[in-house]
C-alpha cells in the first residue's frame, strides 16, 4: 500500500501541533512552559498527550510494540479520525457491511463522505466479492465489525483475509467484542498487513464504558498519522491514571467477569427460546443476544413499562422484529426473564 496517496494530501503535509509536553521528556524542576497554574496539585497539569505509561501496560497486555498504539476517547474517536485521515470530503467514500455500528455511518455524514453498504447475507455473514465491488478508484476505507453488533456474530475470516488482502485502501476490523470470543483477535496479523487497522475497547470486557477509551492499533506510519490529527490532550490524566491502575490490579477480575458474562449469555439464550413469543435467538460471540420476536415493537414497549430496557433493533436493515439484550448480571437476566414470562402468560 502507498500510503501517501491514501493519506488526504493536506494531512500528509500537515505540521501538527507541537504542545509542551511533546518538547520535553522526563521530570523537571520547574514547569513554567504551558501557562498552567502552579496550585492545586494533582490537576494542574496538562496530561501526558501520547499516554506514554498506560500505553506501556497495554503493549504488555496486547503484545503490540507501543508505537502501534492510538489511544482514543472511546472508539468513536479513531473511528472519526480515519475519515478525516484518509477520505476527503464530497470526493471519497467508504465501504461497510450492513447492519452494522450506526457510528461508521453518523461519522460519513459528519465528514460529508459517501457510506456505500453492503447487506450480510441472512446468517449475518458477508460476501468479500460483493464488498470488493462496491468499492472504486475513491473508496479509502471498508470498515468491518466483528464480532458485528447487532448480529453479535464473528465474520467469517477467510472473507476478511480476501478484503485486506485485495483492497488496496484501509481496512478497519471493529473488535470491540472480541473479548467474548473463544477466535483469535486479527492484532497477530498487523505486521503482514500494513494497510490493517484494528479497534478493541475498555467498554465492553475491562468494564470502563464511563471512562471512555479505545484502541486504535496499526503500522507506526499510521498511528504516527492518528497523533498528528488527534487533539493534544484527548484523555485526562484521571482516565489514564484509573485505567492504568486498572490493567495492573484489575486482569483477574476482567478474566472472571467474561467468564460469568459467557455463563450467563447461555443460560439467557437457551431459557429465550423456551418462550412462545421468541422466534429466534440468533449465534452470539458477543455480550448480548439478538432475539426476534413476534412483535418488537409491543414487547419492547412493555419491557420499557415493567423497567427493563433493551435496545429495539426492528427498524434496523435484516433485524425485523428483533431486540438486542444485553447480558446482564444473573439477577438483571433473570428479573427479564420473569417479566417475559408474565407477559408470555398474559398472551395465553
Known sequence: MNLESTVRKNIFNLKPY?????????????YLDANENPFNKDYNRYPDPLQVELKKRISQIKKINPERIMLGNGSDEPIDL????????AKDNVVAIEPTYGMYNVCADINNVEYRKVFLNE???MDAEQ?????DKHTKVIFLCSPNNPSGNLLNNSEIQ???????????????????SDKPSWLADLDKYPNLIVLHTFSKAWGLAS???????ASQEIIA????????????????????????VGGEYKDEWVKQILSEREYLADTLKSLSIVEKVYPSDANFLLVKVNDANALYKKLIEKGVVVRNRNSVSLCGNCLRV???????NDFLIDVLNDETSTLH
Open 82 to 89: 480515519v475519515f478525516r485521515i484518509f477520505c476527503e470530503p
Open 225 to 248: 498519522l492518528f497523533n498528528k490529527v488527534k487533539y493534544p490532550y484527548n484523555l485526562s490524566t484521571l482516565i489514564q491514571q484509573t485505567i492504568l491502575k486498572q490493567l495492573y
Open 211 to 217: 471512562l471512555r477509551c479505545g484502541m486504535a492499533f
Open 326 to 332: 444485553t447480558v446482564g448480571a444473573k439477577e438483571e
Open 162 to 180: 480476501k478484503i485486506i488482502e485485495r483492497f488496496p485502501g484501509i481496512v478497519v476490523i471493529d473488535e470491540a467484542y472480541i473479548d467474548f
Open 131 to 135: 464488498l470488493l465491488a462496491a468499492a
Open 18 to 30: 507541537s504542545c509542551a509536553r511533546d518538547e520535553f521528556k522526563g521530570e523537571a524542576s520547574a
Open 123 to 125: 446468517n449475518f455473514q
